[in-house]
């Protein structure tokens, strides 16, 4: 008996489409994320929101706020991260905050981050003014989600919440 590929073709397709269709993606669930500024003087500040892994490596930048890519160098540490993995920020970028302002933004986290020793960090940094590697840095936990986070440098305070 003589097996053709006319005659496998469609046991073919429908073995791709088995173990292809199937396959199981990532969920994320969306947080929104509310920044209270401090009342500083000066330029809208550049925030980076990124998941530092268990071991505080970054893992992946969730948002930027600042769209002007000619002051990302300024942000020193996720800038050398940034550089290496050359991701695709452009979905997740927005404008900058000035002193005072507040800005709510969705932020999408996996759920097998929470709980298992993943961080968030905000780093800032202002033209002409200073930058902090750890505005607010906290280990991602069911608890910490639920409440407000003080800052250490531009941010006054985050609140992060399920979308819903």
């Not at 809208?44 to 930027?64: D, F, H, M, Q, W």
């Not at 050398?80 to 969705?106: C, L, P």
């Amino acid at each position: 008996m003589k097996i053709t590929l006319k005659k496998i073709a469609p046991l073919l397709v429908l073995i791709v489409f088995i173990l292809f269709g199937f396959s199981t993606k990532t969920e994320s669930t969306q947080y929104k994320c509310m920044i209270q500024m401090t009342n500083y003087s000066g330029e809208g500040a550049c925030i980076i929101i990124s998941l530092l892994n268990p071991n505080g490596k970054y893992e992946k930048t969730l948002r930027v706020l600042g769209d002007d890519e000619k002051w990302y160098h300024d942000i020193h540490e996720w800038w050398n991260f940034h550089e290496q993995k050359q991701a695709n920020i452009d979905a997740i970028t927005g404008a900058t905050i000035a002193g005072g302002e507040r800005s709510i933004n969705v932020i999408e986290i996996e759920p097998s981050k929470i709980d298992t020793g993943y961080k968030l960090r905000f780093e800032t940094a202002v033209e002409d003014q200073e930058y902090y590697k750890n505005d607010i840095e906290f280990e991602l936990t069911s608890q910490m989600l639920q409440r407000k986070v003080e800052g250490h440098g531009f941010i006054r305070y985050i609140r992060i919440m399920p979308k819903k």
